[in-house]
């Protein structure tokens, strides 16, 4: 089952919108609250940033799958 991430949370005025969720599974959706990483939309995908003790750099990573053709 997937959990479905506000990247602004709702009690910020974050919207419950295509636009500002990501889904996750349940063990990354806690690692996203809980472990530092940050998650943002870069053209329509979610990118997601580590922590500096895992990447001192803080380089964004590509997330969710490769489209399958239709």
Same mark, same amino acid.
């Given at each position: 089952?997937?959990?479905?991430?506000?990247?602004?949370?709702?009690?910020?005025?974050?919207?419950? !919108?295509?636009?500002?969720?990501?889904?996750?599974?349940?063990?990354?959706?806690?690692?996203?609250?809980?472990?530092? #990483?940050?998650?943002?939309?870069?053209?329509?995908? *979610?990118?997601?940033?580590?922590? !500096? #003790?895992? /990447? *001192? /750099? @803080?380089? *964004?990573? %590509?997330?969710? @799958? %490769?489209?399958? *053709?239709?």
């Amino acid at each position: 089952r997937c959990h479905a991430h506000h990247i602004r949370f709702w009690g910020h005025g974050g919207d419950t !919108s295509l636009d500002n969720l990501v889904l996750l599974c349940r063990h990354h959706h806690q690692v996203i609250h809980h472990g530092h #990483w940050t998650v943002q939309i870069v053209d329509e995908l *979610p990118w997601f940033t580590p922590p !500096s #003790w895992i /990447d *001192p /750099d @803080r380089q *964004p990573r %590509p997330g969710g @799958r %490769p489209l399958v *053709p239709l």
